[in-house]
């Protein structure tokens, strides 16, 4: 999912405004658009809802007042859109990406995908498809494009793999993040969980698109497909990483981090990072007992047993107390380094404990282990108050 760099609360993303310049662009393109009517329901308790469920809302109060004829429907949604973004520009900031006098763009898009979906999954979906195509131009179809994968697996796969050669960036990114089998936020293409062999071919031409954008998409993808087929993942690495341009090399790299942190011994070796540590560990954790919003200094010392150079990925784990009182691990990235024969090197690290929406702190005793190529070599603790 993109990030806008925005500091409110994501459900804002969607708002008054959005609905009323969804209402204006809309009629814009059809006179007969009941503007009125589509604002009144998309505003109906708007405020008290999140992301997902106002994208929902507008959208379903955007569907139910567009012509019956799918095409017509569509053709409508598509006229009320701004200029598509850039080609082939690296979209760095979507803040960018904005609604103006020219039309739709940006957040507001987002419920005209859905919109889309609603009206053309089982009715339409040649039609449907055709509409995010120029959408995902505007904003993503990422989320939309999931049912189309469901509902009409044939035609999309069909569809979506004849987007590969697209001269805009953002559709050629589609083809890899619409198809993603655990996309955040998406619903989940279970097919694609315990056979991800179709989407393959798609991953193999777009490795080395020239946009990083589209790379990134390919990383993820594979990434996702990693944590239920990890042996496919080092049977790529073992056949795509050799002679890898520096573009690829990164890009199979941010595909295997899943893998790393989990230390699996495949994709640590495809990374010369297989082999055991040799030598002494030391691990430190200061203040001994803090609280939520405070920062825990890591401190861990290496000293090299070894006569050769050392190729360490070292990653940390918090054990995180749970409501119940047992603790389940997070990794963390450390630091991937070279270790010369007999070298001693103290790291730091500083972990911030703040309030996130997608963990809940509770008191008691933590610990931090430390994973060097995958094996855990030190452990130590620290009290946590709440």
Same mark, same amino acid.
């Given at each position: 999912?993109?990030?806008?760099?925005?500091?409110?609360?994501?459900?804002?993303?969607?708002?008054?405004?959005?609905?009323?310049?969804?209402?204006?662009?809309?009629?814009?393109?059809?006179?007969?658009?009941?503007?009125?009517?589509?604002?009144?329901?998309?505003?109906?308790?708007?405020?008290?809802?999140?992301?997902?469920?106002?994208?929902?809302?507008?959208?379903?109060?955007?569907?139910?007042?567009?012509?019956?004829?799918?095409?017509?429907?569509?053709?409508?949604?598509?006229?009320?859109?701004?200029?598509?973004?850039?080609?082939?520009?690296?979209?760095?900031?979507?803040?960018?990406?904005?609604?103006?006098?020219?039309?739709?763009?940006?957040?507001?898009?987002?419920?005209?995908?859905?919109?889309?979906?609603?009206?053309?999954?089982?009715?339409?979906?040649?039609?449907?498809?055709?509409?995010?195509?120029?959408?995902?131009? #505007?904003?993503?179809?990422?989320? %939309?494009? /999931?049912?189309?994968?469901? &509902?009409?697996? *044939?035609?999309?796969? @069909?569809?979506? !793999?004849?987007?590969?050669?697209?001269?805009?960036?953002?559709?050629?990114?589609?083809?890899?993040?619409?198809?993603?089998?655990?996309?955040?936020?998406?619903?989940?293409?279970?097919?694609?969980?315990?056979?991800?062999?179709?989407?393959?071919?798609?991953?193999?031409?777009?490795?080395?698109?020239?946009?990083?954008?589209?790379?990134?998409?390919?990383?993820?993808?594979?990434?996702?497909?990693?944590?239920?087929?990890?042996?496919?993942?080092?049977?790529?690495?073992?056949?795509?990483?050799?002679?890898?341009?520096?573009?690829? #090399?990164?890009?199979?790299?941010? %595909?295997? /981090?899943?893998?790393?942190? &989990?230390?699996? *011994?495949?994709?640590? @070796?495809?990374? !010369?990072?297989?082999?055991?540590?040799?030598?002494?560990?030391?691990?430190?954790?200061?203040?001994?007992?803090?609280?939520?919003?405070?920062?825990?200094?890591?401190?861990?010392?290496?000293?090299?047993?070894?006569?050769?150079?050392?190729?360490?990925?070292?990653?940390?784990?918090?054990?995180?107390?749970?409501?119940?009182?047992?603790?389940?691990?997070?990794?963390?990235?450390?630091?991937?380094?070279?270790?010369?024969?007999?070298?001693?090197?103290?790291?730091?690290?500083?972990?911030?404990?703040?309030?996130?929406?997608?963990?809940?702190?509770?008191?008691?005793?933590?610990?931090?282990?430390?994973?060097?190529?995958?094996?855990?070599?030190?452990? @130590?603790?620290?009290?946590?108050?709440?």
């Amino acid at each position: 999912m993109r990030c806008f760099g925005m500091a409110d609360p994501f459900k804002t993303w969607i708002d008054a405004a959005v609905v009323q310049a969804i209402a204006h662009h809309v009629q814009r393109g059809w006179r007969g658009f009941d503007a009125a009517g589509f604002t009144d329901s998309a505003l109906q308790g708007l405020d008290t809802l999140a992301l997902k469920a106002r994208v929902q809302q507008v959208a379903q109060a955007l569907a139910a007042r567009l012509p019956d004829d799918a095409d017509r429907a569509c053709g409508i949604l598509e006229t009320s859109l701004g200029p598509p973004a850039s080609v082939d520009g690296e979209p760095e900031d979507w803040g960018a990406l904005r609604t103006s006098d020219a039309g739709l763009a940006g957040w507001a898009v987002w419920p005209l995908t859905e919109a889309v979906a609603l009206r053309t999954v089982h009715s339409a979906p040649e039609r449907g498809l055709l509409a995010l195509q120029a959408m995902t131009q #505007r904003l993503t179809a990422e989320f %939309a494009i /999931r049912p189309f994968f469901i &509902a009409q697996p *044939a035609l999309t796969f @069909a569809t979506v !793999g004849g987007w590969r050669q697209h001269p805009s960036a953002h559709v050629r990114r589609l083809v890899s993040e619409g198809s993603r089998p655990r996309l955040p936020w998406g619903l989940r293409l279970q097919a694609l969980v315990a056979d991800p062999s179709p989407t393959l071919p798609w991953l193999r031409a777009l490795q080395d698109d020239p946009s990083a954008y589209v790379r990134r998409s390919v990383a993820n993808h594979l990434n996702d497909i990693a944590m239920d087929h990890p042996a496919l993942l080092a049977d790529w690495l073992a056949t795509h990483l050799p002679g890898a341009s520096t573009e690829r #090399r990164a890009l199979l790299k941010h %595909a295997s /981090r899943g893998l790393v942190k &989990a230390g699996d *011994a495949a994709v640590l @070796a495809a990374w !010369g990072l297989g082999a055991a540590y040799r030598g002494r560990v030391a691990l430190g954790l200061s203040p001994a007992a803090l609280a939520v919003g405070d920062t825990l200094t890591i401190t861990l010392g290496l000293t090299s047993a070894a006569r050769e150079p050392q190729r360490l990925a070292i990653d940390y784990a918090v054990q995180h107390v749970k409501a119940a009182g047992h603790t389940t691990p997070k990794v963390f990235k450390g630091w991937v380094i070279d270790l010369a024969p007999g070298e001693r090197r103290t790291l730091v690290k500083r972990h911030a404990l703040k309030r996130i929406t997608t963990r809940t702190y509770h008191p008691g005793a933590h610990a931090v282990d430390v994973r060097i190529n995958g094996q855990v070599l030190a452990e @130590a603790g620290f009290a946590l108050r709440v």
